[in-house]
Nanobody, 126 residues
């Protein structure tokens, strides 16, 4: 059974930092692309960052470029998202996701073919 478990969320002041982690189990995740999505109240879920199976290709949404950093440790089946220079508009539930069938970053654009975690809340106060 595939499981993705996020951790590291919390309450932080604007300008602060957090590091999210996602522990994956139940399959060999090292060959699949992974990513982080977020959903704020009343808004659509958006892809924040994605990383290919090898870590060689990375995607960032324009509104987080230069502030967020995605990485993975395939030996430990872990995915990370470093959030720096946080803004109140970054407040959302952050979800870890893994492609069900591809190692390419582009596969993370298709949310219908992904496994999902339960999410972790990030709240940024002004």
């Amino acid at each position: 059974q595939v499981q993705l478990v996020e951790s590291g969320g919390g309450l932080v002041q604007a300008g602060g930092s957090l590091r999210l982690s996602c522990a994956a189990s139940g399959r060999t995740f090292s060959v699949y692309a992974m990513g982080w999505f977020r959903q704020a109240p009343g808004k659509d879920r958006e892809l924040v960052a994605a990383i290919s199976w090898s870590g060689g290709n990375i995607y960032y949404a324009d509104n987080v470029k230069g502030r967020f950093s995605i990485s993975r440790d395939n030996a430990k089946n872990l995915l990370y998202l470093q959030l720096n220079s946080l803004k109140p508009e970054d407040t959302a539930v952050y979800y870890c996701a893994a492609s069900i069938n591809s190692g390419n970053v582009a596969s993370m654009l298709d949310s219908t073919k992904q496994h999902w975690g339960q999410g972790t809340q990030v709240t940024v106060s002004s």
